[in-house]
Each structure stands twice: as C-alpha cells, then as structure tokens.
C-alpha cells in the first residue's frame, strides 16, 4: 500500500505504508510526506486538504494533529469516492505498473514510483480541475453514484 497526494502545483510525495495503518502510522506519514510536501509545492497559506473517512484519517488523535498544523480538511461524505480525483491516479498506477510485470517488492516500488514520477503533467490538471464538477454531481446524485 502508498500513500500520496496531488495538487495543482504537482505530485507530492509518495509514501510506501508498511502493515496495518492506525492514527499514529498515519500521523507519522502526514509529517514525513505531507509536509514535506507542502512545503516542496510552496501550498498557499490558505488551502483545503482533502481525504477520505478511513478510520485512520478521522481519528481524534488525527484531528488533533490537523488542527495543530493548521490545516483545512474538506468536509466529506460518507462513501463519496466519486469525489477523489486520486482515485483516477491509483488506477492509472495500477495499470501502469501491471503492464510492467514487477518480479519482487523492490521491482514493484521502482515501478510505482517511475509510474507516480511520470504521470502526465496535463492529465494532473485535468483531475484536479474537475473537482468542481465532481462535487456539482454528487449534490446532483445527492450522494449516490455518478459517472465519475
């Protein structure tokens, strides 16, 4: 399992998650890979980070070390993964590297690294662009399936 995150201002920095990913792993890869992040995508003072409602994510420990930081969370529906343009990207990754054939573990993190490394600058873009959209859809659907 990775985790990482997107922007308009580029990919962030992708973490690989090793086991079972509780409050404190989570907290532990917001501080080694978000901010970092951040900081390497100079983020406005202002900005809304999105995610979605895994136990992991919504902890009060979790919460707690959002408010600290300062940082904006969007609100999120529950079972809304419509919304999430990494969703897009995951499965790109996941095309990607399958047509690759990675052998072993180390084959497959050069893999999904290359494929996270060379995603389209443009298609970036228009994921994350479309997130007006996605959001107008799901109040549409109000909160059901959409086409995204």
């Not at 497959?108 to 970036?124: G, I, M, T």
Request: hydrophobic share 35%; net charge positive; charged share 25%.
């Amino acid at each position: 399992m990775v985790w990482g995150c997107i922007s308009r201002k580029g990919m962030g920095i992708l973490e690989k998650v090793n086991g079972r990913l509780d409050g404190n792993g989570y907290i532990y890869i917001l501080e080694n890979a978000l901010v970092p992040t951040r900081d390497m995508l100079s983020m406005p003072r202002r900005w809304i980070f999105q995610q979605d409602n895994a136990t992991c994510h919504t902890s009060k420990l979790v919460k707690q070390w959002f408010k600290d930081e300062n940082i904006t969370v969007m609100n999120w529906p529950a079972q809304s993964p419509d919304l999430n343009p990494i969703e897009n990207m995951w499965d790109h990754l996941k095309r990607t590297v399958g047509e690759k054939n990675p052998k072993n573990t180390k084959e497959l993190w050069k893999s999904v690294k290359d494929a996270w490394n060379e995603f389209p600058r443009e298609r970036l873009l228009n994921l994350i662009d479309s997130m007006h959209n996605r959001c107008k859809a799901v109040i549409k659907a109000r909160g059901g399936p959409t086409t995204y």
